[in-house]
C-alpha cells in the first residue's frame, strides 16, 4: 500500500488559504449567513484547496505561522466586509419604507441574517441577494481572494495605507445615497398621502381622517413597493460593478 507524504509548506499554505477563506465568509455575513454551514464549510475547503500554494521554509515556525493564520483572517475579514457594504443600500431602502409607512413598529428576529428586521427590510434584501446570486455575484468575491493572494502571499504581510479607508467610506456613502435613491418612489407617495390627509383633517375637522392614515399608508406603502422591485435588476447589476470596484480597491490597499 502506498504511503501518502505531506510536505509542511503544502499542509502550511493550505492552512493559510483556509484562514484568508473563512474571514472571507465571516466578513461577508449578509451573504453567508444564508448559507447552510455544511455548505460555508464545502466552500472554504474548496476555494481554499485551489488558492493554496507551498510556502517556503523560514515562514514555518511557530511564530511566523500564527501571524500569518491571523493576518491571512484579517485580509479576509476586510474583503469580506468593505466588498459587501454596497448591499446594504437595499436593507436601508426597506427600513425607510418601514418606518414611514407605520411598519417600523412590526421588527421580528430574522434567523436568517441574526437580527431584528421589519416586513420590507426582509422583502428587500432577500430579493437582491436572490437577484445577487443569479447574476453571479459570489464569483467577484472568490475573484477577490484570488487577487489578495497575487498581491499579499500567503505568508506575507499587507502594507496598508490611506487608501483603504477611503475605500470604505465611499462603500458606506454610496450605500447610503443609493438606498435613498431605491426609497424615493415610495417615499414621495407616501409624502403626498400625508399631505392629502392633513388636508381632509383641515377641511373636515369632525371627520376621523387620521383613523384612516394606517390602512391607507399601508396600502400605499405595499403598491409603491411592487413599483420599486422594478428598479431592483438595474440597482442589483449596479452594485456588482461598485462590488468589482470595491474589490480593486482594497486589493490595492493591500499592495
Known sequence: MANLTFEAGSVAGLLFAIMR????????????????????SALVLAVG?????????????LGPMLSSM?????????????????????????GILDLTSGLGVSALFDPGSGRS??????????TALTMFFILGGPRLLVAGVIQTVEV??????????????????????RFFVA?????????????????????????????NVFLLGLPLKLVIAMASASVVLFSFPTYVSSSLVEMQQTINGVVASFG
Do not use: C, Y
Open 117 to 126: 428586521a421589519t416586513v420590507f427590510e426582509r422583502f428587500f434584501d432577500l
Open 49 to 61: 484547496f485551489f488558492i493554496a500554494v507551498p510556502v517556503p521554509d523560514e515562514a514555518l515556525a
Open 179 to 207: 438606498g435613498l435613491e431605491i426609497a424615493v418612489p415610495a417615499l414621495a407617495a407616501l409624502f403626498l398621502a400625508e399631505v392629502v390627509l392633513g388636508v381632509g383633517a383641515r377641511m373636515l375637522p369632525e371627520a
Open 70 to 94: 491571523f493576518i491571512n483572517l484579517f485580509i479576509g475579514l476586510v474583503l469580506g466586509f468593505v466588498s459587501t457594504l454596497i448591499l446594504q443600500m437595499f436593507i436601508l431602502a426597506g
Open 21 to 40: 477563506v473563512t474571514g472571507l465568509v465571516l466578513g461577508a455575513s449578509q451573504l453567508m449567513n444564508r448559507v447552510p454551514r455544511l455548505g460555508r
Open 152 to 173: 499579499v502571499p500567503l505568508w506575507g504581510a499587507p502594507v496598508l495605507d490611506d487608501r483603504l479607508a477611503d475605500v470604505a467610506l465611499q462603500a458606506v456613502s
